[in-house]
Structure formats: C-alpha cells, structure tokens
C-alpha cells in the first residue's frame, strides 16, 4: 500500500509540473507575440514616414 501511495504522490507531482510548464509555455508566447506585432508596428509607421 505504501508502494501505490507514493505513485499517486509522483503522479500528482508531474501533473503539477506539467501545468506549471504549460502555463509558462503560454507567457513566453505571449511575450514572442507581443514583440513581433510591436516590431509590426514599428515597420508600419516607418513606411508611412
């Protein structure tokens, strides 16, 4: 029995690094984004200059 419980706790373990890993997946995408669309802009508004 102690042998499963340790499992269970391994488990619940990488589930919670898998989320903390996707949630920081998810903000260095958002940073890459938001760098390329203020790049756009910025070759935008030398276009029109």
Known sequence: EGLEDEIKMLQ???A??????KAE???VKRDYN???SDKLSLVHKLEKE
């Open 34 to 36: 938001k760098q390329i």
């Open 16 to 21: 919670a690094k898998e989320l903390q890993h």
């Open 25 to 27: 997946l998810e903000e």
């Open 12 to 14: 619940s373990q990488i």
